[in-house]
């Protein structure tokens, strides 16, 4: 995997006067040099708009555009591209999700289930959505180490369910979640079930149609792709019952004075020009992660993460959240260290250009559950190495002994 780190060149850089250690690719991946010259070249030779000119630039810039939507469709194993929408990520995917089909589903009295770890971004829309339409609201408990139990699961959907909400890998606990057990389940009560992949693409295979989703949402500025760029998965039937949320050009059939028809799938979704050069690079990352194999990310990380699960543990007064075991966790740690703040902990390994997380991480509710306000994160990706962990270590030992000393 050392073999890839030389196609990032922002790591090829020092941060004040130490070489960057850049461990915060669960907020955003670095990009290779791979997918930036995919997204200069469409600037420097195929600018255009597409669906629209019949000249060769508009012509190629809708073959690209409309190529990485099959490599999304592939990326995830979706049935046909139909069901594949580009939006501005997965936080734009599930809002869509929330408005344009739990708006017309959802009744009075029905249930809608997420968890505590859930990112605001799969919360609050449900949230939102439940006091509109005064629906129940319910949380599916948590076991200790942050993991969720199938009898948890059980117990908790009812027939009333309509819809679950769930992240596939919590981008704070590091917790891979059972989806394909947990769609069973709601399948078995009429519910259906939408995914948060945000944290999970990047890092593991996904094949919709084996784990049976309804929905599934993924960013691309966290597998490699440009930011603003990002697509919603959606079981085709159930993407034609629901209405467009969005109105404009690009999405219309035909329109008269006071009506108008919506052109078929995928499109009657994305009104107006798109992120073309976003969705052009986010093909370029998936080809590039294809190349190195999610499998071989996967299990990259999972040293990764053993290995730092072991050298932190070595560290007095450390905590460390989530599930202990590498193999049911995500490329990421999450951790305090008593009586330094997180913030504070983060300013000082920036000072020797380690970069790490350090806040709520867009996760509240978890941060209550957790009895804290805030936390550091430490998240891992294909450029990183035992040695950046070392660094990471190292830092902290520093860190510890700079506050002893101080206060």
Avoid at 22 to 46: G, H, M
Avoid at 166 to 177: D, H, K, Y
Avoid at 198 to 225: E, N, R, T, W, Y
Avoid at 274 to 295: F, Q
Wanted: glycine share 8%.
């Amino acid at each position: 995997m050392n073999e890839f780190r030389k196609d990032f060149p922002i790591l090829n850089q020092e941060v004040n006067g130490h070489p960057l250690v850049y461990l915060d690719s669960a907020a955003t991946s670095q990009k290779p040099k791979q997918v930036l010259d995919v997204i200069r070249k469409y600037y420097d030779l195929d600018n255009s708009n597409v669906h629209r000119g019949v000249h060769t630039l508009g012509n190629r810039a809708t073959d690209s555009y409309e190529g990485a939507r099959e490599k999304v469709r592939k990326f995830i194993n979706a049935k046909s591209t139909k069901e594949i929408i580009y939006t501005r990520g997965t936080t734009t995917s599930l809002n869509t999700v929330a408005s344009g089909y739990g708006r017309q589903k959802i009744e009075e009295g029905d249930e809608i289930i997420i968890s505590y770890m859930e990112h605001h971004s799969n919360l609050i829309p449900w949230q939102q959505l439940a006091k509109e339409k005064k629906a129940v609201l319910k949380y599916f408990d948590l076991e200790e180490d942050g993991t969720i139990t199938l009898e948890t699961v059980r117990n908790t959907i009812t027939d009333k369910t309509k819809i679950v909400a769930i992240t596939m890998a919590s981008n704070v606990l590091g917790t891979i979640n059972p989806i394909k057990e947990i769609a069973e389940i709601a399948h078995e009560h009429g519910a259906i079930i939408v995914v948060d992949a945000a944290q999970a693409a990047p890092h593991m295979p996904i094949d919709v149609q084996d784990l049976d989703v309804d929905f599934l949402g993924i960013s691309g500025h966290k597998m490699c792709g440009p930011t603003g760029i990002g697509a919603l998965y959606g079981k085709e039937a159930l993407l034609e019952e629901m209405e467009p949320i969005e109105f404009g050009g690009e999405m219309i059939d035909f329109v008269d004075l006071y009506d108008s028809t919506w052109k078929e799938l995928p499109w009657k979704f994305e009104g107006g020009t798109p992120n073309i050069a976003g969705a052009i690079g986010l093909g370029a990352a998936i080809d590039y992660l294809t190349e190195i194999g999610l499998e071989n990310i996967a299990k990259h990380e999972h040293e990764l993460v053993a290995y730092a699960l072991q050298e932190m543990d070595k560290i007095d007064g450390l905590s460390i959240y989530g599930p202990r075991d590498p193999e049911k966790r995500c490329g990421l740690i999450t951790f305090n260290i008593d009586d330094v703040h997180p913030h504070d902990l983060a300013t000082v390994l920036d000072m020797n250009g380690i970069a790490i997380r350090a806040g709520h991480h867009c996760a509240q509710p978890l941060m209550k559950w957790l009895s804290c306000s805030a936390t550091a994160r430490a998240s891992f990706y294909i450029y990183n190495t035992k040695e950046d962990i070392d660094r990471l270590v190292e830092g902290l030992r520093g860190a510890k002994e700079y506050f002893n000393d101080v206060f």
